[in-house]
């Protein structure tokens, strides 16, 4: 279950279970091992108001992981417009459906899917979730539950996309927020709550 709000060009999307806030442990553990749900929260993001969009969460970290899961949807027609990239990311698919790899700068790790033979290209979220076939969807979900897992820590870690600088779909693991839109989220977390500002 989730709850949405927010108005204009922004919506905050906040997930529940049993009527009680779905931490992001089990939100990840659930998106990482459970296909009934990795497709109910594809058709969540499908059902948004808006054609393309940035995807962004509040900073995570070991502490925050007990808090309601909770993210934004940011309208971003300049995503429409965007000329996907086939060609982007090719050296790291080496035949996988998903690629996990570093940046060029080496403090965000990337994770991308490869390009489907019946889709002109994935430029943004929006666009792969419609498009992608079902198994390529789980395998994204699945990398990104795996890594979240593995690089997590009481340093903050940014889960977002953007795709403003490369036009093809990577979700990025920051250490900073540095392609942000949603600004109650580029803080550093306080020890108790990963949305407000420390």
């Given at each position: 279950m989730a709850s949405r709000s927010g108005t204009g060009s922004t919506e905050l999307i906040k997930l529940f279970q049993n009527e009680e806030p779905l931490t992001f442990t089990a939100f990840f553990r659930l998106l990482q091992d459970d296909q009934d749900f990795a497709g109910w929260y594809t058709d969540l993001l499908k059902s948004s108001p808006f054609t393309s969009y940035f995807w962004e969460h509040p900073p995570l970290t070991t502490s925050s992981f007990a808090c309601g899961a909770e993210f934004v949807m940011i309208d971003a027609p300049i995503l429409e417009r965007m000329r996907p990239n086939t060609e982007a990311f090719r050296s790291h698919f080496a035949g996988e459906d998903v690629a996990t790899f570093r940046n060029l700068g080496g403090d965000a790790m990337l994770i991308a899917p490869s390009p489907g033979a019946a889709s002109p290209g994935y430029?943004?979220?929006?666009?792969?979730?419609?498009?992608?076939?079902?198994?390529?969807?789980?395998?994204?979900?699945?990398?990104?539950?795996?890594?979240?897992?593995?690089?997590?820590?009481?340093?903050?870690?940014?889960?977002?996309?953007?795709?403003?600088?490369?036009?093809w779909l990577h979700i990025r693991l920051d250490s900073s927020p540095k392609y942000y839109q949603h600004q109650p989220y580029k803080f550093r977390p306080a020890a108790s709550n990963p949305a407000e500002p420390s």
């Open positions: 430029a943004h979220l929006a666009t792969f979730l419609r498009e992608a076939s079902d198994n390529q969807v789980h395998a994204l979900w699945q990398s990104v539950g795996q890594t979240i897992s593995k690089l997590l820590t009481d340093k903050p870690i940014w889960l977002s996309t953007s795709g403003l600088g490369v036009a």
